[in-house]
């Protein structure tokens, strides 16, 4: 069951909030069709954004389809992507799903969940982030930042980002999904830091739990 105790008005707040903070949030990896944006995902693990947009211009340069990706030697793909970590299963992933795309499905990244989840390197939360970015259709990826803040605004109590997910599904309109994924991983970036959140600075913090929290522990 979802947190269904939260207060619909509290959840309006923050929402008012997040638009006026980010009225026009964006995927902050560079990609131009859905197979650049499921690579680039999975090369955003343990990694920052910042470093896959650096590694991607010339590795979309050198492999333009997902049979290039599939065909590549695997030693190459690795050095190709080395500085962003995790560089053999990421390479393995990367490929083994491109090989997937190339023989089963036309080369073309499917656009349903069920089956991407069944591509190698590719759970809800990747799901989410391609149909969401590069087919419009509405999923809530929930990544390192939507679980922290989302913890700490009160919205769910779970710590399992696919409940996580069915959570924050059952409190918002399906319209706003891709959107809130994004105001809430800059407000992680931004404000709500993962080892010392800015509360005292937060337009938010009249309506966290854990704002509350600590605005009340100084008195
Ligand atoms: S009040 Fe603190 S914990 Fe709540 S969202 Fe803002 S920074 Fe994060």
Request: charged share 25%; glycine share 6%; net charge positive.
């Amino acid at each position: 069951m979802g947190d269904t105790h939260i207060n619909s008005n509290k959840v309006k707040s923050i929402l008012k909030i997040l638009d006026e903070l980010y009225p026009d949030p964006q995927c902050s990896l560079n990609f131009e069709n859905p197979l650049q944006l499921m690579v680039a995902t999975i090369l955003s693990a343990q990694c920052t954004d910042e470093r896959v947009n650096i590694v991607t211009p010339a590795l979309f340069d050198k492999y333009r389809s997902a049979q290039d990706f599939a065909r590549a030697p695997l030693d190459e793909l690795e050095q190709d992507i080395k500085s962003t970590g995790f560089y053999h299963n990421k390479a393995t992933a990367i490929r083994e799903s491109a090989k997937i795309i190339s023989e089963r499905f036309d080369g073309e990244v499917p656009r349903d969940m069920e089956t991407l989840v069944g591509l190698p390197g590719v759970g809800r939360k990747t799901a989410n982030v391609i149909l969401g970015n590069a087919f419009g259709i509405p999923g809530i990826a929930v990544d390192t930042h939507v679980s922290r803040v989302s913890v700490r605004l009160g919205l769910t109590r779970a710590k399992d980002p696919n409940k996580i997910e069915r959570d924050l599904s059952a409190l918002l309109e399906k319209s706003i999904w891709v959107k809130f994924s994004h105001q809430l991983i800059q407000h992680g970036r931004r404000i709500c830091t993962a080892k010392k959140p800015r509360c005292s600075i937060c337009l938010l913090q009249p309506h966290c739990d854990y704002g509350m929290d600590q605005a009340t522990a100084k008195f």
